[in-house]
């Protein structure tokens, strides 16, 4: 059995209700999103820039047997993917962030909220900065509208349009569109929030 | 204030509703709320003023991500090449096994001696593989195939025990133990002649047919993978890593990891043309073709590719040269060698440079070659074919190979067709997982100016020198490849509806790219019906090609149908896509464009600041730096100088910074701020900058692609401008050339430049000669097309002017009236406009 089938067989197993081939699943991906964000696929290419939203369509082709698998596969599939790419990233964020600080994050300040300031001098720490202050604030989300969040999780870390969400999720195209409109406004509030504390 | 579990519902419904509202209502809906649940309606007012501030920490996270991502990719590139050396280290033992002297290393890892104690003591081979590959997943192939390998039981196979993984997470190989050396090495050291080692290797064919016999192919055949074992005076050969190279390879060669070129796992000397193009097609033949190779060496000590030109290239080259490279008969490469070496490989076995060379010409050159065929189907078809041959060799029967004929040089002919189809093949990967979506992912396609880049650089690539398609023209090649394409998808009765609607909307974007616009537009028709059929108008990817048929019909001169097309795309993008989808940008960005052309400057304008601004919230400065251009370039027109010096430097800027220099638009952005340098008279800066631009134009797109000619225009207005006649007489006739075969006689950009060519003659003084050219054409034209044809009104237009720079009052009033063309014509736009 190859890769491919190997992964599509878990996404079938899953959608008839094999809890055991969920269990596999995200660890599998997990694992191959890795490899293929390290380089490995691709490491004669040096000068490359990776995109989540590329990279997450190469492990899908790579991945999915598209002549067996259907769209519940692929649907899921991108959920599973999204959440993989999360964690990576974020495990990634929290090590750089720890390396170039010697704890852990500081809060994103004041700045990042409005646009006009100019932004710190350290651009790239900010950028790690948001995206572990979007984790936890994300995981703040979930707990209580589950949908919003995923959301985000798909749209920022798969890179999916809102159409694809939309097919992902279940919902209408404008459905998505709402929900995330109001994911974004608790974010800000939620950025605001901590910045007043 | 912040919501919470309880409420949560009702704030979203709320939320939703009063998103939809216009502000007034908005308020007043919210006061009253406020009237009713002060909680909740402080809840939703707070999220509705949130909903509105700019926030770059969530804004711009995909930026964020995307820098963490690469910074991931790059730490962990590194971490592999660490991995790959603190493998060389191997714990003292592993499981069962306790680790001995290293017998070897090869690009997956190290191999020890080892000596089992359990279940039964016996002395093992361990392969210790490198970090960083799918560890679960090569496990689970092997143990899927452990079945099949045990069944393998051959003196010639060396048998593979166990799989397992390491405590630091590293796979490893457990095999027979065999003491022996590597074929090749073996050879040289015992000397043996070409007859020993044509019965050794026959010994090795045999051991390969017994496993193909029982399904498992190798992949992975190559000397150092043969060890000899010598016993008592008698010497057998067993091949190692049987169902390794396949668990380790099948990530790579998975279907579709064309998104991927260049990864070669395995040795690039010994592998087949199909495996190092990645096809999926590895067959039994591909064993065959290694051992061709291996056989190659054998015999005159050198493989077919010589390794020499190997390493200094990067892995992608190297498999483009395995799959292109045509081997030479083992003969032909012996007598190509210096002559130090030839003496040194004679003598290894056992004779002179001279019998070596007469005893490889003939049959051993034509079995050889025929195992090395490029094409699998002109292969034998099974390692004992291969060895029955020899054999028949060796007792001086006529051999199954032959030496090239005709056939066979058609053969070759095909094979390297086959190259361009596979490259074409990933030309489309990467059009439709860069620019579209293969499958359900579907970004608006900017087709036209990175196409035509991209289509030129794999033409480059793929059609080098000794190409034979190179006397048809370049263009012609890809066609061809394309064409097939096109007729595969109307015979591919596999893809659905919604597949075969983007295959047809990319394969069109590539005719585009080669400036075959009616193929291009048969093909956007197609796609557009069947994405209408299947999703419907009010959809991202129905309005994308909407977006690229007005674009394409623009530039066909087919402005009513264009026009049309556009502003149904854009009143359905207004009605069903969010205001900042790509999609909204690019229409909107076309159909201005259009609007400008057709003169009806108050909407274009309004279209091109709206570009800008959609833009502006998007994430591709290629995008932003285009619809700067185009604005730029309209407040240009308009004489609004200052302002479109503005944009055209914000755009350049953009392009030099973060596009390159040879990026479609950076080269567009140039060219606009060039003009507007001839516009503020600084003549001879523009001058620089444009034939800078020219060149680089020549070499990204080729000399008679669309935009090339239209900066040559240019071009040519600057010269005339700078009284240079000579050179705008001659660039005009070179680009007019061009431009009456590629787009038409007919086409406006033809028209264009006559007009510039008839201009620069007349104005060198050539009267007679400025006739002689346009009076034909008007002729041609009006028999044509009719007399109310815009480029016959042109041409008509343009002997006039030349009869009144003669003084031919009577002449130039007569030709004048027939430009105007029959009463309620549209009126032609002014002469020279173009700039």
């Known amino acids: 059995m190859n890769t491919t089938g190997e992964i599509t067989g878990l996404l079938m197993r899953a959608r008839q209700g094999d809890a055991g081939a969920s269990d596999e699943l995200y660890p599998a991906v997990y694992d191959h999103l890795r490899a293929i964000a390290g380089g490995y696929f691709r490491n004669q290419r040096p000068d490359q820039t990776l995109q989540a939203t590329a990279l997450v369509h190469e492990a899908y082709l790579k991945l999915i047997d598209q002549t067996s698998a259907d769209w519940r596969d692929r649907t899921h599939f991108f959920a599973v993917a999204a959440q993989a790419?999360?964690?990576?990233?974020?495990?990634?964020?929290?090590?750089?962030s720890a390396k170039k600080r010697g704890k852990g994050w500081s809060r994103v300040s004041l700045e990042r909220i409005e646009q006009n300031l100019a932004m710190s001098g350290d651009d790239e720490q900010s950028g790690i900065d948001d995206v572990l202050w979007l984790d936890e604030a994300m995981t703040e989300l979930a707990a209580f509208a589950p949908r919003q969040a995923q959301i985000v999780e798909l749209r920022f870390f798969a890179g999916l349009s809102v159409d694809q969400i939309a097919e992902a999720v279940g919902v209408s195209p404008r459905t998505v569109d709402l929900d995330w409109k109001l994911a974004r406004a608790w974010l800000v509030q939620n950025l605001m929030k901590s910045n007043e504390a | 204030m912040n919501f919470s579990p309880d409420?949560?519902?009702?704030?979203?419904q709320l939320f939703h509703e009063l998103c939809e509202l216009s502000p007034e209502l908005r308020q007043d809906r919210l006061r009253s709320l406020e009237e009713t649940d002060a909680l909740l309606g402080a809840e939703v007012r707070s999220l509705l003023e949130c909903a509105d501030v700019d926030c770059p920490a969530i804004d711009e996270a995909p930026s964020s991500i995307l820098n963490l991502l690469n910074d991931y990719s790059d730490e962990h590139r590194l971490a592999f090449a660490d991995a790959a050396m603190a493998d060389d280290e191997a714990p003292a033992r592993i499981g069962p096994y306790h680790i001995c002297e290293?017998?070897?290393?090869?690009?997956?890892?190290?191999?020890?001696?080892?000596?089992?104690?359990?279940?039964?003591?016996?002395?093992?081979?361990l392969k210790l593989v490198r970090a960083g590959m799918a560890t679960r997943a090569m496990l689970a192939r092997f143990e899927a195939e452990r079945q099949t390998l045990a069944s393998m039981n051959h003196a010639g196979i060396a048998k593979v025990y166990d799989a397992g993984v390491t405590d630091d997470g590293r796979p490893y190989f457990v095999m027979e133990y065999v003491p022996g050396e590597p074929l090749a090495q073996f050879c040289d050291v015992q000397r043996l002649s070409v007859e020993d080692r044509i019965t050794l290797f026959i010994a090795v064919c045999d051991a390969v047919n017994h496993a193909h016999r029982r399904g498992v192919i190798h992949r992975d055949l190559k000397p150092s993978n043969v060890l000899v074992e010598m016993e008592n005076g008698v010497s057998t050969p067993h091949v190692i890593d049987?169902?390794?190279?396949?668990?380790?390879?099948?990530?790579?060669?998975?279907?579709?990891?064309?998104?991927?070129?260049?990864?070669?796992?395995?040795?690039?000397?010994?592998?087949?043309p199909e495996q190092a193009a990645h096809e999926h097609v590895v067959d039994t033949r591909s064993d065959v073709y290694s051992l061709?190779?291996?056989?190659?060496?054998?015999?005159?000590?050198?493989?077919?590719?010589?390794?020499?030109?190997l390493r200094t290239k990067s892995s992608g080259a190297v498999a483009e040269h395995v799959r292109k490279q045509e081997a030479s008969a083992p003969s032909r490469c012996f007598a190509s060698m210096p002559e130090e070496d030839r003496i040194r490989i004679a003598a290894e076995r056992g004779c002179t440079p001279r019998a070596l060379q007469s005893a490889l010409r003939g049959e051993l050159d034509w079995i050889t070659m025929k195992a090395l065929s490029r094409e699998p189907g002109g292969r034998y078809e099974s390692p004992s074919d291969l060895a029955a041959d020899l054999q028949r060799r060796a007792r001086?029967?006529?051999?199954?190979?032959?030496?090239?004929?005709?056939?066979?040089?058609?053969?070759?002919f095909v094979a390297r067709y086959r190259v361009a189809c596979i490259a074409a093949a990933i030309v489309f990967l990467v059009l439709m997982t860069g620019v579209g979506g293969v499958l359900w992912q579907s970004r608006q396609t900017k087709i036209e100016m990175r196409n035509t880049a991209q289509v030129n650089q794999f033409l480059h690539k793929v059609l080098s020198s000794n190409s034979p398609w190179r006397t048809g023209g370049a263009a012609l090649t890809l066609r061809a490849v394309?064409?097939?394409a096109a007729k595969d998808l109307e015979l591919n009765d596999k893809l659905t509806t919604l597949t075969r609607a983007r295959l047809h909307n990319t394969i069109g974007a590539t005719y585009w790219g080669l400036s075959a616009y009616d193929e291009a537009l048969i093909h956007f028709n197609q796609s557009l019906s069947l994405f209408i059929s299947t999703v419907g108008e009010a959809n991202s990817e129905t309005i994308g090609v909407m977006s690229n048929m007005c674009h394409l019909l623009h530039r066909m001169g087919r402005d009513e149908e264009s026009e049309a097309i556009g502003r149904r795309g854009l009143d359905l993008a207004d009605r069903h896509l969010p205001p900042n989808a790509e999609v909204t940008g690019n229409i909107i960005t076309n159909f201005g464009a259009l609007l400008e052309d057709l003169g009806r400057d108050e909407e274009a304008e309004a279209l091109l600041w709206r570009s800008v601004e959609v833009r502006r919230n998007q994430h591709s400065p290629e995008d932003l730096a285009q619809s700067l251009s185009n604005l730029g370039s309209y407040l240009m027109n308009k004489n609004q100088i200052d302002a479109a010096r503005e944009y055209l430097e914000e755009s350049v800027t953009i392009g030099v910074e973060k596009l390159g220099q040879d990026h479609p638009v950076t080269m567009f952005a140039q060219m606009n701020y060039s003009i507007l340098q001839m516009r503020t008279n600084e003549l001879s800066e523009a001058l620089v900058l444009l034939e800078n631009v020219m060149d680089r134009c020549r070499r990204v797109y080729g000399p008679r692609n669309f935009e090339t000619i239209s900066y040559s225009r240019k071009l040519i207005v600057l010269y005339a401008a700078m009284q240079r006649l000579g050179d705008s007489e001659s660039l005009a006739l070179e680009s007019l050339e061009v431009s009456r075969t590629e787009f038409g006689p007919a086409h406006p950009m033809t028209i264009d430049l006559t007009e510039h060519y008839v201009a620069a003659v007349g104005m060198q003084?050539?009267?007679?000669?400025?006739?002689?050219?346009?009076?034909?054409?008007?002729?041609?034209?009006?028999e044509a097309l009719g007399p109310d044809h815009m480029a016959t009104r042109r041409i008509a237009r343009l002997i006039g002017e030349i009869y009144d720079t003669i003084g031919d009052k009577e002449n130039t009033d007569h030709w004048r009236a027939i430009a105007a063309g029959s009463p309620g014509s549209k009126p032609l736009s002014p002469i020279g406009d173009d700039s």
Request: net charge negative; proline share 8%; aromatic share 6%.
């Open chain 2, 102 to 125: 290293r017998l070897g290393q090869g690009g997956m890892g190290v191999v020890h001696r080892a000596e089992q104690t359990e279940p039964i003591r016996r002395e093992v081979a």
């Open chain 2, 765 to 782: 003084g050539r009267i007679d000669e400025s006739f002689e050219i346009a009076r034909p054409l008007y002729e041609e034209f009006n």
């Open chain 2, 396 to 412: 001086r029967e006529p051999v199954e190979a032959g030496p090239p004929t005709m056939r066979y040089r058609a053969g070759r």
């Open chain 2, 7 to 12: 409420n949560f519902e009702d704030v979203r």
């Open chain 1, 85 to 96: 790419m999360r964690q990576i990233l974020v495990d990634h964020a929290r090590s750089r």
């Open chain 2, 482 to 484: 394309l064409d097939e």
């Open chain 2, 292 to 309: 061709g190779v291996m056989l190659h060496e054998l015999l005159c000590g050198r493989t077919p590719i010589d390794p020499a030109e």
């Open chain 2, 242 to 272: 049987f169902g390794i190279a396949k668990a380790l390879t099948a990530t790579v060669n998975d279907p579709m990891t064309e998104t991927a070129p260049g990864l070669l796992l395995g040795a690039p000397l010994y592998m087949s």
